[in-house]
Each structure stands twice: as C-alpha cells, then as structure tokens.
C-alpha cells in the first residue's frame, strides 16, 4: 500500500497538466482532476503523459490486488457461520471483480479507450460497492464482532 501512495504521489507531481474544466494549469489537482487523467496518454493540456501513464498502470495495480487481499481477509475474519461464511465468499467475489476493474480502469486509458475506461469505472465502484455491503450484513451477522 506504500507502493501505491509513493508511485500515485509521483504521478501527480509529474502529471502533464490540464482538467477538463480548465485546459491550462500545470500539474494535478485533485479538487480539479480525476485518478484516472493520471493514467491517459496525454494530458488535458496536450503534452504527452506516456511515463506517467505507464507509472499509473503500476500503482493501480498494487491498489487493486491490496483491495482484492483485503476482500479476502474479510470474509475469513467473518467466517464463523454457514450464513456468514457464504456472504464473506460472496463479498470478496465482489471485490476481486472490483479490483480486476480497476486494473482495466488503468489499462484503458479515458482518452484513447472512453467507452471502455467508463465501463470499467462503473464496474470497479459498483462492485466494489456490493462487496463492501455485503460484508457489512455479514459483519453484522457475525454476532461476536
């Protein structure tokens, strides 16, 4: 996870510049700016963005498989029923998909691949989102936590 934090801070120092709201600044912002314009080919200004984008890639990569294992650690913390242990396997199925979409988030750029990168964005935050309620509910039901 300190991989992740180290490379994303590195990319947004480095970024090529620009918003979709505001083509000019220099930089990233991150009340202006996406994640994701981290990992496009060039930024909203036009320069080129391809080391950065190759730097993305790898950062949401160790995000996802830290997002995958912290799926499955949850579901065994609350295997301690049937009813449990069925939804701790189906909440971390949900956040491996989760996580497998945010690599395709990374790898399908917004500017090159829009369709695909908005799909895999909708895909990533809702499964991910499942997963987490899941969890929850077996949590809950997991009367001694």
């Not at 801070?9 to 083509?23: E, T, V």
């Not at 314009?37 to 830290?66: Q, V, Y």
């Not at 399908?108 to 509910?137: G, K």
Request: glycine residues 10%; contains cysteine.
């Amino acid at each position: 996870m300190v991989l992740c934090i180290v490379v994303g801070a590195i990319c947004m120092l480095a970024y090529a510049g620009g918003s979709f709201c505001n083509k000019q600044p220099a930089g990233f912002a991150l009340y202006d700016n996406f994640l994701s314009d981290l990992g496009r080919t060039r930024g909203w200004s036009g320069a080129s963005n391809l080391g950065i984008e190759a730097l993305f890639i790898i950062f949401t990569t160790a995000g996802a498989a830290a997002i995958a294992l912290m799926f499955i650690a949850f579901a065994k913390a609350v295997s301690r029923s049937i009813l449990t242990s069925l939804l701790g396997h189906l909440g971390a199925g949900w956040g491996i998909i989760s996580a497998i979409a945010f690599v395709g988030v990374a790898a399908f750029p917004m500017d090159v691949y829009p369709a695909l990168h908005q799909t895999f964005v909708l895909c990533a935050f809702s499964s991910f989102l499942f997963a987490f309620a899941i969890l929850a509910i077996a949590f809950f039901c997991a009367r001694d936590f």
